[in-house]
């Protein structure tokens, strides 16, 4: 029950930070990449800001030898770059690059925003569902355990 509550807080969070600092509005990311245009550098001070709160969060959970409601401390250790990701990180990039929306802001803007966001979210769920049929390259992705990593 406390890891339900602790994402669906911590999930409330990251979408009214989203709201409140403008990254749900596809415009203004769609302006932070345009960088020959009229950039607006301000995804990267959020970009910034969320980084410095996730490294926070990493420290202390690797102090404590393991996360508050999880037994262990899992990392991945798989360094290498197999199609599935090289292809994943570029429909990614693309869908991001044309309508200005990313999972996170697209679910928040979802009931709000109706113009791009059903259609990016319908997508999304087709990519997921493609990234179950398409074999991988390994079965079981390696993860280090405990605080040792």
């Known amino acids: 029950m406390a890891k339900t509550v602790s994402a669906f807080t911590v999930g409330l969070l990251f979408g009214i930070g989203l709201l409140v600092s403008g990254m749900a509005n ?7 990449l345009d960088v020959t245009g009229r950039w607006d550098p301000s995804l990267a001070f ?3 800001g969320a980084v410095a709160v996730s490294a926070a969060g990493y420290r202390v959970a690797r102090r404590r030898g393991r996360p508050v409601l999880a037994p262990r401390l899992e990392i991945p250790t ?6 599935r990701l090289l292809v994943g990180a ?4 693309v869908g991001w690059g044309l309508v ?5 802001p697209a ?3 979802l009931s709000v925003v109706p113009a791009p966001a059903p259609t990016f979210v319908a997508a999304m769920a087709v990519g997921m569902l493609m990234f179950r049929l398409v ?3 390994t079965s079981n992705p390696k993860a280090v355990r405990g605080a040792d990593a």
């Open 26 to 32: 596809p415009a203004k990311v769609l302006a932070f």
């Open 46 to 48: 959020v970009m910034a």
């Open 78 to 83: 798989r360094r290498d770059l197999d199609p």
């Open 90 to 93: 570029a429909l990614f990039g």
């Open 100 to 104: 200005g929306l990313c999972p996170g």
């Open 107 to 109: 679910l928040t803007i």
């Open 135 to 137: 074999p991988s390259s």
